[in-house]
Nanobody, 122 residues
Framework: QVRLVESGGGLVQAGGSLRLSCAAS????????MRWYRQAPGKQRELVAA???????NYADSAKGRFTISRDNAKNTVYLQMNSLKTEDTAVYYC????????????????WGQGTQVTVSS
Protein backbone atom coordinates (compact mmCIF):
# COMPACT_ATOMS: atom_id res chain seq x y z
CA GLN A 1 0.00 0.00 0.00
CA VAL A 2 0.93 3.65 -0.35
CA ARG A 3 0.88 6.09 2.51
CA LEU A 4 1.01 9.89 2.29
CA VAL A 5 1.98 11.93 5.32
CA GLU A 6 1.67 15.71 5.39
CA SER A 7 3.58 17.98 7.73
CA GLY A 8 4.39 21.65 8.18
CA GLY A 9 1.00 23.05 9.09
CA GLY A 10 0.47 25.35 12.01
CA LEU A 11 -0.61 28.78 13.19
CA VAL A 12 0.79 31.83 11.42
CA GLN A 13 -0.09 35.50 11.27
CA ALA A 14 -1.47 37.05 8.12
CA GLY A 15 1.37 37.94 5.77
CA GLY A 16 3.50 35.09 7.03
CA SER A 17 4.74 31.94 5.34
CA LEU A 18 4.52 28.20 5.79
CA ARG A 19 6.01 25.29 3.90
CA LEU A 20 4.00 22.09 3.72
CA SER A 21 5.54 18.73 2.91
CA CYS A 22 3.93 15.48 1.86
CA ALA A 23 5.98 12.31 1.75
CA ALA A 24 4.78 9.18 0.00
CA SER A 25 5.98 5.78 1.11
CA UNK A 26 5.17 2.13 0.58
CA UNK A 27 4.93 -0.03 -2.51
CA UNK A 28 5.59 2.68 -5.08
CA UNK A 29 6.88 2.04 -8.56
CA UNK A 30 6.37 5.60 -9.74
CA UNK A 31 4.27 8.66 -9.04
CA UNK A 32 2.59 10.74 -11.71
CA UNK A 33 0.78 13.89 -10.63
CA MET A 34 0.83 15.15 -7.07
CA ARG A 35 -1.59 17.76 -5.76
CA TRP A 36 -2.48 19.91 -2.81
CA TYR A 37 -6.11 20.43 -1.87
CA ARG A 38 -7.64 22.32 1.00
CA GLN A 39 -10.94 22.29 2.83
CA ALA A 40 -12.14 25.13 4.99
CA PRO A 41 -14.93 24.64 7.54
CA GLY A 42 -18.30 24.45 5.83
CA LYS A 43 -16.77 24.49 2.35
CA GLN A 44 -16.00 21.91 -0.30
CA ARG A 45 -12.51 20.60 -0.80
CA GLU A 46 -10.76 22.58 -3.51
CA LEU A 47 -7.65 22.10 -5.58
CA VAL A 48 -4.85 24.48 -4.66
CA ALA A 49 -1.97 23.35 -6.86
CA ALA A 50 -0.80 20.39 -8.90
CA UNK A 51 2.50 19.22 -10.32
CA UNK A 52 3.29 16.53 -12.88
CA UNK A 53 6.19 14.11 -12.69
CA UNK A 54 7.98 16.32 -15.21
CA UNK A 55 7.53 19.45 -13.13
CA UNK A 56 4.62 21.07 -14.92
CA UNK A 57 2.45 23.03 -12.52
CA ASN A 58 -0.94 24.66 -12.28
CA TYR A 59 -2.54 26.71 -9.55
CA ALA A 60 -5.91 27.86 -8.38
CA ASP A 61 -6.42 31.55 -8.98
CA SER A 62 -6.34 32.10 -5.22
CA ALA A 63 -2.85 30.59 -5.03
CA LYS A 64 -1.21 32.19 -8.04
CA GLY A 65 1.65 34.49 -7.16
CA ARG A 66 1.68 33.44 -3.51
CA PHE A 67 2.06 29.64 -3.44
CA THR A 68 4.67 27.48 -5.11
CA ILE A 69 4.37 23.72 -5.55
CA SER A 70 7.48 21.63 -6.06
CA ARG A 71 8.54 18.01 -5.72
CA ASP A 72 11.54 15.85 -5.10
CA ASN A 73 11.01 12.71 -7.16
CA ALA A 74 13.90 10.90 -5.48
CA LYS A 75 12.15 11.33 -2.13
CA ASN A 76 8.57 10.92 -3.42
CA THR A 77 7.80 14.20 -1.72
CA VAL A 78 5.76 17.22 -2.75
CA TYR A 79 6.02 20.64 -1.16
CA LEU A 80 3.81 23.70 -0.99
CA GLN A 81 5.52 26.97 -0.16
CA MET A 82 2.87 29.43 0.95
CA ASN A 83 3.76 33.11 1.21
CA SER A 84 1.71 36.21 1.97
CA LEU A 85 -0.83 34.09 3.78
CA LYS A 86 -4.33 35.44 4.29
CA THR A 87 -6.98 34.54 6.84
CA GLU A 88 -8.99 32.97 4.04
CA ASP A 89 -6.19 30.44 3.53
CA THR A 90 -7.18 28.83 6.82
CA ALA A 91 -8.10 25.21 6.07
CA VAL A 92 -7.02 21.62 6.36
CA TYR A 93 -4.54 20.97 3.56
CA TYR A 94 -4.43 17.54 1.94
CA CYS A 95 -2.05 16.08 -0.57
CA UNK A 96 -2.77 13.36 -3.04
CA UNK A 97 -0.72 11.38 -5.50
CA UNK A 98 -1.41 9.19 -8.52
CA UNK A 99 0.90 6.25 -8.02
CA UNK A 100 1.81 3.13 -9.94
CA UNK A 101 2.43 0.29 -7.54
CA UNK A 102 3.81 -2.18 -10.04
CA UNK A 103 6.04 -2.23 -13.09
CA UNK A 104 3.71 -4.74 -14.75
CA UNK A 105 0.73 -2.39 -15.05
CA UNK A 106 0.16 1.13 -16.26
CA UNK A 107 -2.74 1.55 -13.85
CA UNK A 108 -2.44 4.26 -11.26
CA UNK A 109 -4.29 4.69 -8.01
CA UNK A 110 -5.01 7.92 -6.18
CA UNK A 111 -3.91 8.12 -2.59
CA TRP A 112 -4.66 10.80 -0.02
CA GLY A 113 -2.90 12.01 3.07
CA GLN A 114 -4.64 12.64 6.38
CA GLY A 115 -4.36 16.42 6.18
CA THR A 116 -2.54 19.14 8.07
CA GLN A 117 -4.20 22.17 9.63
CA VAL A 118 -3.17 25.65 8.52
CA THR A 119 -4.56 28.53 10.55
CA VAL A 120 -3.88 32.12 9.58
CA SER A 121 -4.69 34.74 12.20
CA SER A 122 -5.37 38.39 11.56
Amino acid sequence: QVRLVESGGGLVQAGGSLRLSCAASGSIFSINAMRWYRQAPGKQRELVAAITSGGGTNYADSAKGRFTISRDNAKNTVYLQMNSLKTEDTAVYYCNADARISATTQSTFRYWGQGTQVTVSS
